[in-house]
């Protein structure tokens, strides 16, 4: 499975953005998908998974109620709007699929990663 992330770019604070992450292979209908994000000098942070069916999503409390993820599985993409962004959103990120292990009732780890795609909050 590949995945390329893209749509980063600068915004303003209070600002959206929509990010996109599309897969290739055949099972992406079966994979439980996330997004993370990560700033230089800092650990790889969780911000939002979705399962495979998509009825069910889970959000980092730092993000929730601003941002909100979705998958569109006829298309194998994976989507995550931004709203209300801040200066503290700033991070590259990645989306990521295939769910391999769980923690607090959300997948936090996966197996395939794409290569990240950088968001920059201006204040």
């Known amino acids: 499975v590949q995945l390329q992330a893209y749509g980063g770019g600068l915004v303003q604070t209070g600002g959206s953005l929509r990010l996109s992450c599309a897969a290739s292979g055949r099972y992406f209908s079966t994979y439980g998908l996330g997004w993370f994000r990560q700033v230089p000098g800092k650990e790889r942070e969780f911000v939002a998974a979705?399962?495979?069916?998509?009825?069910?999503?889970y959000y980092a409390e730092s993000v929730k109620g601003r941002f909100t993820i979705s998958r569109e599985n006829a298309k194998n993409m994976v989507y995550l709007q931004m709203n209300g962004l801040k200066p503290e959103d700033t991070a590259v990120y990645y989306c990521?699929?295939?769910?391999?292990?769980?923690?607090?009732?959300?997948?936090?780890?996966?197996?395939?990663w794409g290569q990240g795609t950088l968001v920059t909050v201006s204040s």
């Open positions: 990521a699929a295939e769910c391999t292990g769980y923690s607090g009732g959300a997948c936090r780890m996966y197996n395939y």
């Open positions: 979705i399962r495979r069916s998509g009825g069910t999503t």
